[in-house]
């Protein structure tokens, strides 16, 4: 039979970006170079990427990300009634760093006019022999961080017909990607690590929410938006505790929410467990029959290598709670979840992806 995703090695999805390609961007934000211009590098960008991605084994493919700065905040300002606004709050963790993304808030009614990166996708698709994998932002990703604060209630004054409109964009999104071809989507929603910490959860009380509530309304906006996907569309959701710049945001075990993300009509889970933060894998006792794991094991923030032995001893680790023929293995979260980059090298990342191969076709006989 042949193997279908999540893979016994796959990935996140983004990729350190060239040198060449970065240089190129900021030339085109000073207006030095047109859009053409721009498109051009990142078309080569990508090919490079895509053939280097295919070398080293892996049978979904990603572009990189290399035409974002933000793994999120690029496809959800394209939603109709999303606005961006600069965050004054609380800074990531990381000694020296003060930039963190905006925020983006509701305005106008949430509604999908117009294709989202689906001509990004048609260009991976036309470059690859692998599966092409397209990774969007959560629906949940447009509430989390501002919460009801951020929804404009003159608007919405009932949240109801946010997350009513919220899903039938995404599932207009989701439906221009299909026509396109996609058939290997990924939801990456922060929402569930992040609500596993009680700072977060603070956090989501002051924006005017719940955030015991807030896991099973995220759960439920995703299988909202996934009504009417193809049948042949394989979806998965990544989750992680925060990816700028080698920064992390929160800890805390799943225990929180994982019955609730357990509940998305999902194929599969990439779950972050490269740390201490990440709890163990106790949780994944409730995972429901026939749904896969891909346990981001290995780290994306540092360059160290980890060895095969620690991997197939922590994958042993996971058996116990989950079937092996249920678990694959991944980095925890993308090299370069914003244009930035994290604190490691592209031979850092090449060598990470291979390891990853490698121990999965030890494991499991095929990556």
């Known amino acids: 039979?042949?193997?279908?995703?999540?893979?016994?090695?796959?990935?996140?999805?983004?990729?350190?970006?060239?040198?060449?390609?970065?240089?190129?961007?900021?030339?085109?934000k000073r207006?030095?170079?047109?859009?053409?211009?721009?498109?051009?590098?990142?078309?080569?960008?990508?090919?490079?990427?895509?053939?280097?991605?295919?070398?080293?084994?892996?049978?979904?493919?990603?572009?990189?990300?290399?035409?974002?700065?933000?793994?999120?905040?690029?496809?959800?300002?394209?939603?109709?009634?999303?606005?961006?606004?600069h965050n004054e709050g609380e800074k990531f963790k990381i000694a020296g760093q003060s930039e963190q993304?905006?925020?983006?808030?509701?305005?106008?009614?949430?509604?999908?006019?117009?294709?989202?990166?689906?001509?990004?996708?048609?260009?991976?698709?036309?470059?690859?022999?692998?599966?092409?994998?397209?990774?969007?932002?959560?629906?949940?990703?447009?509430?989390?961080?501002?919460?009801?604060?951020?929804?404009?209630?003159?608007?919405?004054?009932?949240?109801?017909?946010?997350?009513?409109?919220?899903?039938?964009?995404?599932?207009?999104?989701?439906?221009?990607?299909?026509?396109?071809?996609?058939?290997?989507?990924?939801?990456?929603?922060?929402?569930?690590?992040?609500?596993?910490?009680?700072?977060?959860?603070?956090?989501?009380?002051?924006?005017?929410?719940d955030p015991n509530s807030l896991p099973r309304r995220y759960a439920q906006a995703i299988n909202e938006a996934l009504v009417g996907r193809p049948a042949d569309m394989v979806v998965t959701i990544h989750t992680c505790r925060g990816n700028f710049k080698s920064a992390w945001v929160a800890e805390g075990g799943y225990d929180p929410v994982v019955e609730a993300m357990f509940s998305t009509h999902v194929d599969g889970y990439f779950m972050e467990f490269d740390s201490a933060r990440a709890g163990g894998f106790e949780p994944l006792r409730i995972l429901p029959r026939g749904k896969k794991v891909v346990l981001g094991l290995v780290t994306t923030k540092v360059g160290a290598l980890e060895s095969k032995d620690d991997l197939k001893r922590r994958i042993d680790e996971a058996s116990k709670f989950v079937p092996i023929e249920n678990l694959c293995l991944s980095p925890q979260c993308g090299f370069s979840s914003t244009h930035h980059g994290n604190a490691l090298s592209i031979d850092d990342q090449w060598r990470k992806l291979e390891r990853v191969v490698e121990v999965a076709d030890e494991v499991w006989g095929e990556a």
């Open 101 to 209: 993304p905006p925020i983006p808030i509701v305005t106008g009614r949430v509604a999908c006019s117009r294709p989202i990166m689906v001509e990004d996708f048609r260009f991976l698709k036309s470059v690859t022999t692998q599966v092409p994998k397209m990774t969007i932002p959560s629906p949940s990703m447009l509430h989390l961080r501002g919460g009801r604060a951020a929804i404009d209630k003159t608007v919405y004054p009932d949240l109801d017909a946010f997350w009513a409109d919220v899903a039938v964009a995404y599932r207009q999104a989701i439906g221009h990607l299909a026509v396109a071809g996609c058939r290997y989507l990924q939801l990456d929603d922060v929402a569930f690590a992040y609500l596993c910490d009680p700072r977060i959860q603070q956090n989501c009380r002051t924006n005017g929410d």
């Open 31 to 85: 207006g030095e170079i047109a859009a053409d211009a721009l498109r051009e590098a990142e078309d080569r960008a990508v090919r490079d990427a895509v053939r280097r991605q295919q070398d080293v084994g892996l049978r979904a493919v990603t572009d990189g990300e290399f035409r974002r700065d933000w793994w999120h905040l690029d496809f959800l300002s394209q939603l109709d009634g999303v606005t961006l606004k």
């Open 1 to 28: 039979m042949k193997p279908s995703p999540p893979f016994r090695a796959d990935q996140v999805g983004s990729l350190l970006r060239p040198g060449s390609l970065a240089h190129t961007r900021a030339r085109f």
